[in-house]
């Protein structure tokens, strides 16, 4: 089976810009989760949706939205860039996001940077 | 709120040696903790999970932890250190907030091996 998957793997952006980044869940999964990880710190939560409904947001600004499509797969979007939004975007997905003993899968991630 | 405190961020071992890398966390309930290892410019992968069942708890690549609620530790070990762990691990606590769950990560450590 195929795992979480991103795209892009990499992209560059200017300061102000917008940029869209993409996650498909693992097959079965209706939970996807947004992380950033800037370089030298841990992953930090942005966004949990189940159901194509927001079910949690972490302390992020309005610039940073996101949505989950019917087929459960999601876009993170960023809107005026700043040069510190430049990181590492993860997504994890899970059966429902809801539970204690529930593993989050991650993908590969989306590397950005922001100039 | 769940935190894990992370309490080296760095280690050095040689090949053959064992591994210890330590994990302390605060939670006003019994927590489900997690490790996750990020090898260079990957993603992130589940090397094992504690949720209240054995406190003794078996991963993947000969890893184990040991949950020990008396010390509110969850420290990682392995027997013998092998090139390929050299990575970065994080020891992770999931919050459920109504419906939703987060992941908070520690700062990482990273896993040094020497020949």
């Known amino acids: 089976d195929a795992g979480v998957t991103q795209s892009p793997t990499h992209l560059i952006k200017t300061r102000g810009q917008q940029v869209t980044l993409r996650c498909s869940p693992i097959?079965?999964?209706?939970?996807v989760s947004w992380y950033q990880q800037v370089l030298g710190q841990g992953p930090q939560f942005i966004f949990q949706y189940y159901e194509k409904e927001e079910r949690g947001r972490g302390n992020f600004p309005d610039r940073f939205s996101a949505r989950q499509f019917p087929n459960y797969s999601s876009e993170l979007n960023v809107n005026a860039l700043l040069l510190g939004d430049s990181a590492l975007y993860l997504c994890?997905?899970?059966?429902?996001?809801?539970?204690?003993?529930?593993?989050?899968?991650f993908g590969p991630g989306t590397r950005l940077l922001v100039l | 709120a769940q935190s894990v405190t992370q309490l080296d961020s760095h280690v050095s071992v040689s090949e053959g040696t064992p591994v210890l890398l330590r994990c302390n966390y605060s939670?006003?309930?019994?927590?489900?903790l997690f490790w996750y290892v990020q090898h260079p410019n990957k993603g992130l992968q589940l090397l094992l999970k504690?949720?209240?069942?054995?406190?003794l708890v078996k991963g993947i690549n000969g890893f184990e932890a040991e949950f020990k609620k008396s010390e509110t530790s969850f420290h990682l070990t392995k027997p013998s250190a092998h090139m390929s762990d050299a990575a970065e691990y994080f020891c992770?606590?999931?919050?459920?907030?109504?419906?939703?769950?987060?992941?908070?990560f520690g700062t990482g450590t990273r896993l040094q091996v020497t020949l």
């Open positions: 939670s006003s309930y019994s927590p489900s």
């Open positions: 992770v606590v999931i919050t459920i907030t109504g419906t939703a769950s987060k992941l908070t």
């Open positions: 504690y949720t209240s069942a054995a406190t």
């Open positions: 097959s079965g999964h209706k939970s």
């Open positions: 994890a997905s899970s059966w429902t996001g809801g539970r204690f003993e529930e593993t989050q899968y």
